[in-house]
């Protein structure tokens, strides 16, 4: 039972309540319209400490497309926040007007902490560099849509893979499907933090190889998943500026991929991904970026227990 449940991290959802979320993304990708009216009446209250232009304006979209209305802020500096109000009153108050709300934040755990004061479904639309669960709902939807399943492929995960929320979210939700390969693309610097190394792929026995060569593996891949370097989370502009463009996928790199690989990317890209390579069939970013307002249809759904 979903309905007034927070989310957090992927790991909240069990195996099979991702599949009942993924199975209503389908149905309203199918016949939009008949859900035309279902959140009509409820409200979801975006609050979103740090910029955002897909998870944000997706989440809207997706409750303007249920019928609801929408309420929030795009900045700190527009609320509260900036006179020093903390997450827990900031969401006490949200929810005297609000049904539900998505949270973007900084600082990891602070959706966390407004699930705990909040009385109504929290959604972690971004936690620092920790977890980022919409994202993975996206992807999975991408990727099922796709291939038309969601085991028994090799996924390359490219770039930043420690500070790339969106990276370590897929991990542990791809982790529990069947005959899941990761093979791991990234500097020895941005290497995928010892915790998703260590407690989901080993203790998990799940296979895995990392390396610092794209080009070596690419031809293995079924899907590959880029990332941008994430600058907001560097201490060092030097490092940034060294590590930035360690991977670019342009035609030359897609034309050693299998035909029928699928490559994502969460967005915003930076240079991971050279524009010519937009019109090759198999990129799949800008479907992702679609999937996502559909796949947070289903989730706003479930969790206000809108049948
Ligand atoms: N993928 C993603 O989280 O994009 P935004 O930062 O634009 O929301």
């Known amino acids: 039972m979903l309905k007034g ?7 909240d959802l069990s195996p099979e309540e991702l599949d009942e979320i993924l199975d209503l993304a389908d149905k309203i990708i199918i016949n939009p319209a008949a859900y035309a009216d279902k959140c009509r009446g409820k409200i979801l209250a975006t609050l979103f400490y740090e910029p955002s232009t897909r998870t944000r304006l997706s989440f809207e979209a997706a409750m303007l497309r249920l019928g609801g209305s929408v309420i929030g802020f795009s900045s700190a500096e527009s609320s509260s926040v900036a006179k020093g109000e903390s997450v827990a009153d900031t969401i006490r108050t949200v929810a005297c007007y609000a049904d ?18 909040a009385g109504i479904p929290v959604i972690n639309a971004g936690d620092g560099g920790h977890q980022h669960p919409t994202q993975t709902l996206t992807d999975l939807l991408t990727i099922k849509s796709l291939k ?26 791809l982790a529990r499907y069947e005959n899941i390969k990761f093979v791991l693309i990234s500097p020895d610097e941005l290497r995928v933090p010892d915790y998703i190394r260590e407690e989901i792929l080993i203790k998990n026995g799940i296979d895995f190889v990392e390396t610092e060569r794209l080009e070596n593996v690419i031809d293995t891949l ?3 998943y880029m990332t941008r370097v994430q600058k907001e989370r560097f201490f060092n502009e030097a ?4 590590l930035k463009d360690s991977y670019i996928v342009d035609n ?12 994502m990317h969460p967005l915003p ?23 996502g307002m559909y796949v947070r249809m289903a989730l706003i759904m479930k969790l206000l227990g809108v049948e």
């Not at 449940?5 to 790991?11: F, G, Q, V």
């Not at 038309?148 to 969106?166: S, V, Y």
């Not at 030359?252 to 490559?263: E, T």
């Not at 937009?278 to 479907?287: I, Q, V």
Request: glycine share 6%.
């Open 5 to 11: 449940r927070s989310l957090i991290e992927p790991m």
């Open 100 to 117: 539900i709300a998505a949270m973007r934040h900084p600082k990891e755990g602070a959706p966390l902490v407004a699930a705990m004061h």
């Open 148 to 173: 038309g399943r969601l085991n028994n492929f090799t996924i390359g995960l490219c770039g930043d893979l420690k500070f790339g929320r969106t990276v370590h979210s897929l991990i542990k939700a």
């Open 222 to 224: 079924d899907v590959l």
């Open 239 to 242: 490092d940034y500026l060294r």
């Open 252 to 263: 030359k790199k897609m034309s050693c991929a299998k035909q029928d690989m699928i490559l």
């Open 269 to 291: 890209r930076v240079n991971e991904i050279s524009v010519e390579v937009d019109s090759d069939p198999r990129a799949a970013y800008f479907t992702q970026a679609k999937c």
